[in-house]
């Protein structure tokens, strides 16, 4: 069973817009920090934003002003506002959590989405 479930993605334009979002499993509680991630191709997995369970948020310098990241206190899912989507920010999107506690009392260190795919055409 998949923790934590990435939706969102898709081909869009340059200059345009998506919206990620990133539900994790009924069975976590609570967890410190829960951001987004990219992987390019041929590239590394590169940090994009983070949020912590108190609400302070991180951004990479190349999105930063143009993604915006937030979470639902109601449940344990965040979502990624990109705007102004250019061509480099083409990439798959991992969603990952850390320090997570589950229900069960089963404690992970950190957890990670499958990935939806970003393309953005120029």
């Known amino acids: 069973q998949a923790q934590l479930v990435e939706s969102g993605g898709g081909l869009v334009q340059s200059g345009g817009s998506l919206r990620l979002a990133c539900a994790g499993a009924?069975?976590?509680?609570?967890?410190?920090?829960m951001g987004w991630y990219r992987q390019a191709p041929g590239k590394q997995r590169e940090l994009v934003a983070t949020i912590t369970s108190g609400g302070s948020t991180n951004y990479a310098v190349s999105v930063e002003g143009r993604f915006t990241i937030s979470r639902d206190n109601t449940r344990i899912a965040i979502y990624l506002q990109m705007n102004s989507l250019k061509p480099e920010d083409t990439a798959v999107y991992y969603c990952?959590?850390?320090?997570?506690?589950?229900?069960?009392?089963?404690?992970?260190?950190?957890?990670w989405g499958q990935g939806t795919l970003v393309t953005v055409s120029s």
């Open positions: 990952s959590a850390e320090k997570v506690w589950h229900y069960t009392g089963k404690y992970d260190q950190e957890l």
């Open positions: 009924g069975s976590i509680r609570r967890f410190s920090v």
